[in-house]
């Protein structure tokens, strides 16, 4: 059996670091907020490569929170307009109704799955006061193009990288090219903890400020509460936990990447098409995501296989009924990718061996 994504094999790679780590928090008997959390912070906002990195209790909370200060801070106002991309998790569109702000759709490239820069650039006008920018699947949806774009015009840039940490724009990493980023450590993706973990990066120091009070009660100073905040809080495990897996995110990304690489060379069944790699972006192949007319029957025959895979994702944001106001919005590309998109295994504990097998059962599949 080649499963979807084993974690519990993931994890053990890391041990005994892992207990390790964790019984060194019970010693110190501080839970939350304390070394470790500040250690991480460190550590990753130089992988990163920003100024700041406030820690958090999830990835939706992290984009919460960007959206929260830029409106506590007056830059944004209630019904302020945000691109989005209509085909990411529902998480990226969430944070932006929580906080009153209005989000704009954009059809994705029918080819890398992203909100490119042409769809970018042909959607903003003056009403859009923010870009939120989803790196799906692993691969950047930065351009400098939009970036210029969007300083000239005062629009702000957040980035939702929970599923490409590591992935790089000209040598530069996603989480790094806006003005905030939000990441996810939720145990699936790429940095993954051992429980809800996420973060936030940005240069922008008043910004930095304000998030860490809104993600702390609103309080700067214990027990004054100059704004109101919420708790979303990271604990001393889960940073124990993720500064060791930080630490060989590099090589897991770059197993990933091999691993997609024979995917692209080697899978040559024309029923499925091949996501399309942009040639400035270091992929971390958080998903490799196959599109096919027919994906149920290919779910099917791989199950046959002992091949199991996943749908990501398969009703998009507007078609849920929580968000039945906006069912109407002309959709085609998204709606249609999420007919189609099937995601094959695409993890570094896959052999050689496995990724062959994988490559068999697809190339063999004709209906
Ligand atoms: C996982 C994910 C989130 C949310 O992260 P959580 O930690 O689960 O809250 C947000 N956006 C995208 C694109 C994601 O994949």
């Known amino acids: 059996m080649i499963q979807y994504l084993p974690l519990k094999e993931i994890n053990s790679q890391y041990e005994p670091q892992l207990s390790k780590a964790i019984e060194n928090v019970m010693e110190t008997g501080w839970y939350i907020m304390g070394e470790e959390c500040k250690k991480f912070e460190y550590e990753y906002s130089e992988y ?28 944004l106002k209630d019904r302020d307009k945000i691109l989005v991309p209509a085909n990411t998790f ?23 799955y992203l909100m490119g820069e042409e769809e970018i650039l042909n959607a903003i006008d003056n009403d859009i006061k923010g870009v939120l920018l ?50 996810s450590f939720y145990p699936g993706k790429n940095l993954g903890a051992l429980g809800d973990g996420g973060a936030i990066t940005t240069d922008n120091t008043m910004l930095a400020d304000s998030i860490s009070q809104i993600h ?39 197993r990933r990447r091999q691993i997609a690489k024979r995917y692209n060379e080697e899978i040559n069944n024309t029923k499925v098409t091949l996501p399309r790699v942009e040639e400035y972006s270091a992929h971390v192949f958080h998903i490799f995501p196959l599109m096919s007319e027919q994906r149920n029957e290919l779910a099917s025959h791989l199950e046959s296989y002992g091949i199991q ?3 990501h ?4 944001p507007h078609k849920q009924q929580c968000y039945s106001i906006y069912a109407n919005t002309p959709l085609p590309i998204t709606e249609m990718l999420a007919q189609r998109e099937i995601s094959i295994p695409c993890h570094p504990m896959l052999s050689d061996c496995d990724v062959t097998q994988i490559i068999d059962a ?3 599949w004709n209906i």
């Not at 490569?49 to 200060?69: K, M, P, Q, V």
């Open 48 to 75: 990163i490569g920003t100024e700041h990195c406030i820690s958090c209790g999830n990835g939706y909370d992290a984009l919460w929170l960007i959206f929260n200060a830029y409106k506590q801070l007056g830059i």
């Open 90 to 112: 529902i998480a990226s569109v969430l944070a932006i109704t929580h906080n009153n702000l209005q989000p704009i759709f954009i059809e994705p490239n029918a080819q890398s």
């Open 134 to 183: 989803v790196h799906l699947y692993g691969q950047n949806s930065y351009t400098d193009k939009v970036g210029e774009e969007c300083r000239r015009r005062g629009i702000i840039i957040v980035e939702d990288n929970a599923q490409a940490h590591g992935a790089l724009y000209k040598g530069r990493r996603t989480g790094s090219l806006g003005d905030a980023a939000a990441h």
């Open 216 to 254: 702390n009660y609103g309080s700067k100073k214990k027990y004054i509460h100059d704004t109101r905040g919420v708790n979303s809080r990271l604990d001393e495990l889960q940073a124990a936990v993720l500064r060791i897996k930080l630490s060989h995110l590099d090589t897991d990304n770059e």
């Open 309 to 311: 895979t996943q749908i």
């Open 313 to 316: 994702y398969p009703i998009p």
């Open 362 to 364: 697809i190339n063999s």
